[in-house]
């Protein structure tokens, strides 16, 4: 069962959820995790994408879109509404094309249980995705546009129904 995490951005910007979304890319992968970022549409996974190569300078974050990767994978994929499965890969491999990047280079067994270690999930949709429990951590950006804190309300309940805690944590206004 993933562990899930709700992140209450101060403002209503959407710019301000992709940003966000890319600090916590950078956080994750620093600590060695694969990351999927799920967005909204093929055309907010286009701008993370591009956001991701440019929010900050001297950052490099190895990503690509899913429909365009080709092998290797990257540790950092985007995705829209559509799901990897659709989009040709699913996310069993993905991920675990994606894990053996990062993983040392030993003989570690296989991977066991119904997750890959590690993965993260970077949720920008309206819905949870179906493969969220695929993953070990699941990230939730909500930010003060109503429209996506009363859909926020849904996904928390959609968890709790399904015996998961999630963990809010409210962003001060002054996020760097």
């Known amino acids: 069962m993933p562990r899930v995490d709700f992140y209450i951005l101060p403002d209503a910007t959407p710019e301000g959820r992709l940003l966000f979304a890319c600090r916590l890319t950078e956080k994750a992968h620093a600590l060695g995790h694969p990351i999927y970022l799920h967005t909204p ?95 070990i951590r699941v990230a939730e950006l909500v930010d003060q546009n109503e429209q996506n804190l009363a859909a926020g309300r849904v996904r928390f309940a959609y968890y709790r129904q399904r015996n998961i805690s999630p963990e809010s944590h409210k962003l001060p206004t002054t996020q760097s």
């Open 41 to 135: 549409s093929a055309s907010v996974a286009r701008r993370m994408d591009n956001l991701l190569w440019t929010y900050r300078k001297n950052s490099f974050l190895p990503h690509g879109l899913i429909e365009d990767v080709l092998p290797p994978i990257p540790p950092i994929l985007v995705g829209d509404e559509r799901g990897p499965e659709v989009m040709g890969t699913p996310i069993d491999e993905t991920l675990v094309r994606m894990q053996i990047l990062l993983r040392p280079l030993t003989d570690a067994p296989p991977w066991e249980g119904p997750s890959i270690p590690g993965a993260v999930l970077i949720n920008l949709a309206a819905s949870v995705p179906s493969f969220f429990e695929r993953f």
